[in-house]
């Protein structure tokens, strides 16, 4: 075997060990940029509760200020042992139950903080109610339906939502229509908490179609971006 040979064996045994340790050390540890990037990330979604839940009507802001911190700390500590995940509108879901029981801030964080622990977070929102199925309703594609409309102004959020700029907030609404072309009923699927009732109104009062051989309803996502 040429000296060549050995050094480039030697260079082949090094780097499989190294790719040993990363992938016996992987699953456990997370670089420190992805652990600060995944941090930022909580940190903002976090806040973007509190400004929700600070909106909502008959809440103190101070009532509910820094709620979600015991959860953020808890979310930071997990992340020395591996990934974590973070359900916002569950998390939001929770605090909105909590508020409703007449529970104060300090004992709604630790709650949100074992429901994270116990990994039931994501089970704590209630899922929205599939819409009653009609069968005397025609059921369209929003993109096939969309050619339809006639007037179709872009509804906008209550001031009361408020958000960091750049953020988005995603809604989806079941739009239903009648003969005469005029919306007759709007249905929340995926709720933006704080917003849905003025997206209604304004979808049935301002939203007109063509008129249809029989009642027509379609869902539509609504995505609202804040600058």
């Given at each position: 075997?040429?000296?060549?040979?050995?050094?480039?064996?030697?260079?082949?045994?090094?780097?499989?060990?190294?790719?040993?340790?990363?992938?016996?050390?992987?699953?456990?540890?997370?670089?420190?940029?992805?652990?600060?990037?995944?941090?930022?990330?909580?940190?903002?979604?976090?806040?973007?509760?509190?400004?929700?839940?600070?909106?909502?009507?008959?809440?103190?802001?101070?009532?509910?200020?820094?709620?979600?911190?015991?959860?953020?700390?808890?979310?930071?500590?997990?992340?020395?042992?591996?990934?974590?995940?973070?359900?916002?509108?569950?998390?939001?879901?929770?605090?909105?139950?909590?508020?409703?029981?007449?529970?104060?801030?300090?004992?709604?964080?630790?709650?949100?903080?074992?429901?994270?622990?116990?990994?039931?977070?994501?089970?704590?929102?209630?899922?929205a109610p599939a819409p009653a199925a009609d069968a005397s309703v025609k059921r369209v594609a929003s993109f096939v339906f969309d050619k339809e409309r006639?007037r179709s102004p872009d509804p906008h959020l209550p001031p009361t939502v408020k958000a960091a700029p750049g953020e988005k907030l995603k809604g989806l609404?079941?739009?239903?229509?009648?003969?005469?072309?005029?919306?007759?009923?709007?249905?929340?699927?995926?709720?933006?908490?704080?917003?849905?009732?003025?997206?209604?109104?304004?979808?049935?009062?301002?939203?007109?179609?063509?008129?249809?051989?029989?009642?027509?309803?379609?869902?539509?996502?609504?995505?609202?971006?804040?600058?």
């Open positions: 075997m040429t000296r060549g040979s050995t050094a480039r064996l030697a260079l082949l045994a090094g780097l499989l060990g190294v790719v040993a340790t990363a992938q016996a050390e992987g699953p456990a540890e997370l670089p420190a940029e992805v652990e600060a990037r995944t941090l930022k990330v909580a940190e903002a979604e976090l806040g973007r509760i509190e400004r929700v839940l600070k909106a909502q009507p008959g809440v103190a802001a101070a009532s509910i200020a820094n709620v979600t911190l015991p959860l953020q700390a808890a979310l930071e500590e997990d992340l020395g042992k591996g990934p974590v995940k973070l359900y916002p509108r569950a998390t939001l879901e929770a605090c909105l139950a909590a508020l409703k029981k007449g529970q104060d801030r300090d004992k709604i964080g630790l709650e949100l903080v074992e429901l994270h622990r116990r990994g039931e977070l994501a089970k704590a929102a209630p899922a006639v609404y079941q739009i239903c229509v009648g003969t005469d072309g005029k919306v007759t009923k709007v249905t929340t699927v995926q709720s933006i908490p704080g917003a849905d009732q003025a997206v209604i109104e304004q979808l049935q009062g301002t939203w007109q179609y063509k008129p249809q051989p029989v009642p027509v309803c379609t869902t539509r996502a609504f995505v609202f971006q804040f600058n």
